[in-house]
């Protein structure tokens, strides 16, 4: 079975501190996703990459960065965590271009106080 | 700017009824639609996709339609079980040319009552 792990379930940081949240995946996917999740607005797409040391703008990129050093591990970073981005996020991996089929972590829930 | 999915927030349903969750789509270049459902405390699990140059496509229980005209998208659930709560997500897959973006609705609660 393909598994997509969060580094943290639940993580709890202070406004401006620099967030990592980590992903892994074991089945050498090719695309990996970063999401977050609020009440009301579903899932918003913050970065995806589809290869080592690549990655595109979602539709809410600002605010974050990613990081792809290795194929299986996927990191989104809050350089300067604000209260708006607590949140649901959640990672995702598929296995190749054109594959519909994202496998997701069980998500981190982030609180910014 | 670009969107899919326009929800009816929550969906109710009896037990053995067929259940019918809608989704309204803006984006003509979309590859693939694609329903996901999510439980409660899980990340989001694919359901079934539909390739934008087909008009139905049938799994276990579950029937996705397509209607390009109108930019709708719809999947049916035969005989609804209790298993079936969940959130229902359309997302749509994007080639961007260096990739594949995966967007996503807002999602629709699908209750089921016994």
């Known amino acids: 079975d393909v598994k997509v792990t969060q580094s943290s379930r639940y993580l709890v940081k202070r406004t401006g501190e620099k967030v990592f949240l980590e992903c892994v995946q074991d089945m050498d996917h090719e695309n990996m996703f970063w999401y977050r999740q609020d009440p009301g607005l579903g899932l918003r797409l913050i970065y995806f990459?589809?290869?080592?040391?690549?990655?595109e703008k979602g539709d809410i990129p600002e605010g974050y960065s990613v990081s792809r050093e290795k194929k299986e591990r996927f990191s989104l970073i809050l350089e300067s965590a604000s209260t708006n981005q607590t949140s649901m996020y959640l990672c995702?991996?598929?296995?190749?271009?054109?594959?519909?089929?994202?496998?997701f972590g069980q998500g981190t829930r982030l609180t910014v106080v | 700017g670009e969107s899919v999915g326009l929800h009816l927030p929550t969906l109710s349903v009896q037990e053995g009824d067929n259940s019918i969750i809608n989704c309204a789509y803006s984006?003509?270049?979309?590859?693939?639609f694609i329903w996901y459902k999510q439980e409660s405390g899980k990340g989001p699990q694919f359901i079934i996709d539909?390739?934008?140059?087909?008009d139905k496509r049938q799994g276990q229980r579950v029937t996705v339609l397509l209607n390009k005209t109108v930019k709708h998208l719809s999947l049916q659930i035969a005989a609804t079980q209790p298993g079936d709560s969940a959130v229902y997500f359309c997302?749509?897959?994007?080639?961007?040319?260096?990739?594949?973006?995966?967007?996503f609705g807002t999602g629709t609660q699908l209750k089921v009552e016994l």
């Open positions: 984006n003509s270049a979309s590859d693939y």
């Open positions: 539909i390739r934008s140059n087909m």
């Open positions: 990459s589809y290869d080592v040391k690549m990655k």
């Open positions: 997302a749509e897959n994007i080639d961007t040319g260096g990739g594949n973006k995966l967007t």
């Open positions: 995702a991996s598929s296995l190749e271009w054109g594959d519909t089929e994202a496998f």
